[in-house]
């Protein structure tokens, strides 16, 4: 059995990404917060391509809860190891930086690092033993542009910008590698509320992308064909920024 975790994978990209990897015969441990309706049905829907997988509800912000989580999973698969970690988990809190909360700038940038490093750091230890591992972590092309409304979020997604490159420099050896996916607008629940109409007129390609178009990316980049690219970010993005 070969194993993979993505967290938030009960809706949007995760959803989509936790499809993809059961499709690769993994068997996927989907992470949620709340949403448990909307996580069996990510597992439903694997079920019915013929995959399977396990949900793992935690707060990735938690680090008891994760640890938990973690601790739990291992004692009960002493002999299997988590080979692919998604870090997909976002939230976004928008508001000029003049008028932001102290809670909206600490709930967006914790759920990215803090959820980074909750998840990455006991995970990395087994792949590197293993000699095989592939992270992946959903960025934004928020993170590399920055977005006016959005200081946040940008400094999130920037922040694992940073830490995908240096990572990737540390385990390379090992045939574990890091690596970001930038993904433009995507119709998700995230994007609620933004008018595609308007906004396409900016996107060169002249739609919002589908979670299943991310989830392809993800699927390559946790594939033994891309076993040569690490520390990279992907923008998918229509050309809206390159
Ligand atoms: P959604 O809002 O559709 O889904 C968010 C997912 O994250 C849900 O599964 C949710 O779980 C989970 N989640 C939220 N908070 C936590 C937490 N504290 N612990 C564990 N899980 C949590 O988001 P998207 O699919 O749109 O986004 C996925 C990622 O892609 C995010 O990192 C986002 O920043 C990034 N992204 C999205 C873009 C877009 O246009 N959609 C563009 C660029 C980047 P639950 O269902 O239980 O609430």
């Not at 938990?68 to 999973?73: D, M, V």
């Not at 390609?205 to 392809?216: H, I, L, M, S, Y």
Request: neutral net charge; proline residues 2%; hydrophobic residues 40%.
């Amino acid at each position: 059995m070969k194993y993979a975790l993505v967290t938030g994978g009960s809706r949007g990209i995760g959803r989509a990404v936790c499809l993809k990897l059961a499709q690769m015969e993994y068997t996927v441990l989907i992470n949620y917060k709340s949403n448990d309706a909307e996580a069996e049905q990510t597992l439903c829907l694997i079920r019915e391509q013929g995959g399977n997988g396990e949900l793992m509800k935690f707060d990735v912000t938690k680090a008891e809860m994760v640890s938990s989580a973690l601790r739990s999973w291992e004692e009960a698969h002493p002999n299997d190891y988590i080979e692919v970690l998604v870090n997909n988990a976002g939230i976004r809190k928008d508001n000029l930086m003049l008028w932001m909360e102290e809670e909206e700038w600490s709930s967006v940038v914790d759920i990215n690092l803090k959820g980074f490093f909750y998840l990455t750091q006991p995970l990395l230890k087994k792949m590197l033993i293993k000699r095989f591992g592939r992270i992946i972590n959903m960025v934004s092309v928020s993170g590399l542009k920055g977005t006016a409304g959005q200081t946040n979020y940008s400094a999130a997604k920037g922040g694992i910008i940073a830490a995908t490159k240096a990572l990737a420099q540390e385990v390379g050896k090992k045939q574990v590698t890091v690596n970001a996916v930038a993904p433009g607008f995507i119709r998700t629940d995230m994007v609620e509320g933004i008018d595609e109409s308007e906004w396409k007129k900016h996107i060169p390609v002249g739609r919002f992308g589908n979670p299943e178009e991310v989830a392809d990316l993800v699927g390559f980049l946790a594939s033994k064909q891309a076993s040569y690219i690490t520390g990279e970010v992907i923008s998918i993005n229509g050309g809206l920024h390159t």
